[in-house]
């Protein structure tokens, strides 16, 4: 994803907040890991391509963070459309198919939140700040299985 970063432009910044061996070993697999890095940071691509920021970038905070294992990811891309925040993990939904969008990435998300009593939160941060970025998407391992959209 670093490389695909790269040749759209797209800063992308990694932090480590922790052994990552504690959360693959208590809190998700290494391969459901993957998968949710994947899904996130391809969709912040598109969601930044899509984008009139001239800022383009990409966070993703990793490990214990708030107290808690988490994954964050902060992007400069367009918003979630209303369409897109009503179905989140009741059906597949995109609004980028002709870009390879399949709505499976939120659908595979909400099967962790389920499996970890995970928390979803998507927070619009707003328009282009000094950080660039314009929404965070947070996972937390904190067994509160919350849903904050």
Known sequence: MQEECRL????????IK???????????TKEE????????????????NHSDNINKSIMVRLGKIEDCF?????????EFPKEVLKNLGKKPITTYSDEGGTGMGF???FDLL????ASLIIERIGSPCKDNYTKIIKIKFDNKKELII
């Open 70 to 78: 988490a994954v964050y990811f902060y992007d400069s891309g367009v």
């Open 18 to 28: 922790c052994n990552i061996y504690q959360m693959t070993n208590h809190y998700i």
């Open 107 to 109: 659908m595979n998300t």
């Open 114 to 117: 389920n499996k970890y009593n």
């Open 8 to 15: 759209n432009g797209i800063d992308f910044v990694l932090q």
């Open 33 to 48: 890991l993957s998968i949710l890095l994947a899904d996130h940071i391809k969709d912040a691509i598109i969601a930044i």
